[in-house]
């Protein structure tokens, strides 16, 4: 019963601000199977109706904003990455008619539209409002923090239980689901929060923010996810050394204490749950085996770019417009999700250099815009662009080791809302 009126509350929420729905979007899918939420909106899945609410409020509070963006000629920017992700779906929807995985090809193409699609949209729209923006990072790292406090309780409680089963449990997480996608979340209330307290002038937000890294790190390191968290580590040492505004012993000091925070937990851990970072600079890691069976880490990705290569090599027709969506399955003989844990070459594979060229330009007319806007960014909006810049970059390296086209969403969410935040800025120097 009190599940289901809080649900009842955030669904009201939702419909009044609809990034508090985009910031809840993100963790749902981490939490909707655990088991207080078995029974609880009508047994309803929770990602689907969170996504169902958000788009509902965002078509009353917005839908003239998108209906601007094509009639105002101020609306240039956002304009041009539109008609670029119309595009490329139109050259997903297109090769669906030439796809040999049928079932896969039609949920890949409707998960992409469906959220893909209204991530970017509504990214571009809502960002352009600044109280959004602040509003929808300071919800996120919250809720954030509360799965990792919750996680960390479940840890350490199976820890000191007595029933912890070092040689089976390897990799932890809240619901017992696949550890990547927590890792991921986690990682991402790092880096807002890591940003937002180098930000903040205020001392118990930085307090706050301190304590609240704690748990998250925690919680991140005990996916047991390696890339993630290198990925992170890059990620952060990037905006200390060339981003931060602290001074340089500040900036020494600030890495140092992460390393050690990180070294100290990983020591409190189970090894069983750090034994894969030990494996990370283990040779095996990248090789190339003459079959999938043999293959570890970034070896299985590689031995899937050297399949895709060779099959162009061996069907160099097929290479202009690609294989159809969804049909990198074919090569286990299935219709089922599988892919090549690389964007690039999935869009090459399945959409052929027409896809991965309408994709490649709208990266680079994003590169383009943040280096030409970067510095008339308001200042006031600087950190949060920041933040924007630094989780687009986290999760379009993720999507070159993990996930498909539609689970790599988040990169749509974040190039929308970095178009958002510069078209703000370029219209406020305009109407002023």
Known sequence: MLINIIIFILIIAILKYSEIGLAL???IPLIKKLEIFANCAFGVDLSLLFMLVTIVSFLIHYSQNVKSIFIKKKCLIEKKHLILFLLFTLTLSLSYFYTKSSWY???????????????FISGIVIFQIPRNIFRFSYILLFVVFLISIADSYLILKY????RFIESLITRFTITGENPIGLSRVMGLGIIFGLILLDESNKKLIKIGIMLALLPIIFSMLATNTRTAVIILFFIVLIYIIFFSRLKIGMKFIQLISIIAIIVVMIYVLPQSLTSRYVTIFNP????????????????????????????????????MFGTGIGNFSSFFGVDTMAYPHNIFMEI????GIVGLSIFIIGIILIIKEISRKFHSINEGLKSIFIIFLFSFIYFFIHAQINGDIPGNRFVWLFWGGIIGIISFTKHERIDS
Request: net charge positive; charged share 15%; proline share 5%.
């Open 105 to 119: 090809g039609s949920e890949k193409l409707l998960k992409f539209i469906f959220f893909n699609g209204f991530f």
């Open 159 to 162: 820890i000191f239980s007595g």
């Open 25 to 27: 979007i993100v963790i």
């Open 284 to 319: 095996r890691q990248f090789n190339i085996p003459p079959n999938i069976s043999e293959a570890m880490g970034l070896g299985v990705r590689l031995y899937y770019c050297r399949q895709i290569i060779e099959y162009f090599i061996n069907n160099p027709l097929r290479i």
């Open 348 to 351: 090459l594979y399945e959409q």
